[in-house]
């Protein structure tokens, strides 16, 4: 299995870690298979996402796929956001391997689960976006 050279530089040096005071929005995903978690921080103002950080139990993949999908939202607005699919993610780190794409859906999960936290906290709707199922089942 070959890791590309942007998600090694990734995994080693991770963008935007941490949690975020008073964020707009936050997403917390997980993946039953292989247990593990990732919460996304948005900071968004007039629509448009100020700054995201993130936190990740997991993989070196899952740590990779959650710094950058915190770097591509920056600066963009929410419906911006809302295209930035698993695969956008895959090609901004030059590829994944088969077995590690999932890492990457929950990256694109937890990005579209923080726009809904932020939507819900604000009482708007995000065009296309749909409650995410770890929302729904969250005690
Ligand atoms: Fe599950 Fe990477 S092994 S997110």
């Not at 590309?4 to 080693?12: G, R």
């Not at 040096?13 to 292989?34: F, H, K, L, Y």
């Not at 604000?122 to 089942?137: F, V």
């Amino acid at each position: 299995m070959e890791y590309s050279e942007k998600v090694m530089d990734h995994f080693m040096n991770p963008r935007n870690v941490g949690e975020m005071e008073d964020p707009s929005g936050i997403g917390t995903v997980g993946n039953a298979q292989c247990g593990d978690i990732m919460r996304v921080f948005l900071k968004i103002e007039d629509g448009i996402i100020i700054d995201a950080t993130f936190k990740t139990f997991g993989c070196g993949a899952a740590v990779a796929t959650s710094s950058v999908v915190t770097e591509m939202v920056k600066g963009k607005t929410v419906e911006e956001a809302m295209t930035i699919t698993n695969k956008a993610v895959v090609e901004a780190l030059d590829d994944l391997p088969a077995a590690k794409k999932h890492c990457s859906v929950l990256a694109e999960e937890a990005l579209q689960s923080a726009l809904w936290d932020y939507a819900q906290k604000n009482g708007i709707t995000i065009e296309g976006l749909e409650e995410p199922k770890e929302t729904a089942h969250e005690h």
